[in-house]
């Protein structure tokens, strides 16, 4: 397994972001000390897997969705999607779930402006601001998976029943 602890010396542990996860794990109850710094950048669910020595399906990917929202700042909404790196999320499928009439994917400035994380580090919890969220149910299969702790090389291990919790996101079918 290439990893080290979330004490290495190493930047990505003191990273604002990460700091932000941290603080919003302790708060919900989780040890946030659980945080691991990745030898190497993890962008995708593939590369954060071989690190890891996990499955792919193991990974929790945080996929940021623009919601189109009159009633949102320029017309659009974020929603979170956690779901398990083995599959692609269905957008028409989660969009007839939210009641809406698509789904568009959210360019790196949304998703830095409406979570403040870069895409590649996007976590579930410490957001910018309030974000609703929907938790793949896919990922209940497995006793632990990883999710992204605010930068590309930081990770920490979960339950889906925790990310529910965590998020205060819903269980759904997303692919």
Excluded at 14 to 24: I, K, L, Y
Excluded at 25 to 36: E, F, K, N, S
Excluded at 54 to 78: H, K, M, Y
Aim: glycine share 8%; aromatic share 4%; no cysteine.
């Amino acid at each position: 397994m290439s990893q080290s602890s979330s004490t290495s010396s190493s930047g990505a542990a003191e990273h604002p972001s990460v700091v932000r996860v941290r603080a919003a794990l302790a708060a919900a109850g989780v040890d946030a000390d659980a945080v691991v710094v990745l030898d190497d950048h993890a962008r995708t669910a593939t590369a954060a897997a071989e690190q890891l020595g996990v499955t792919v399906a193991q990974i929790a990917n945080s996929l940021v969705f623009a919601v189109p929202d009159e009633a949102a700042p320029e017309g659009r909404r974020p929603l979170l999607v956690l779901t398990s790196g083995a599959h692609r999320v269905d957008t028409a499928k989660v969009a007839a779930l939210l009641g809406v009439e698509r789904l568009d994917r959210a360019d790196p400035d949304f998703v830095r402006g409406t979570t403040g994380f870069a895409i590649g580090g996007v976590a579930p919890v410490g957001h910018a601001g309030p974000i609703e969220t929907l938790v793949d149910v896919d990922l209940a299969r497995h006793e632990q998976v990883w999710a992204a702790a605010g930068h590309a090389r930081t990770v920490f291990p979960t339950t889906f029943d925790e990310l529910l919790r965590i998020t205060g996101g819903r269980a759904a079918e997303v692919a």
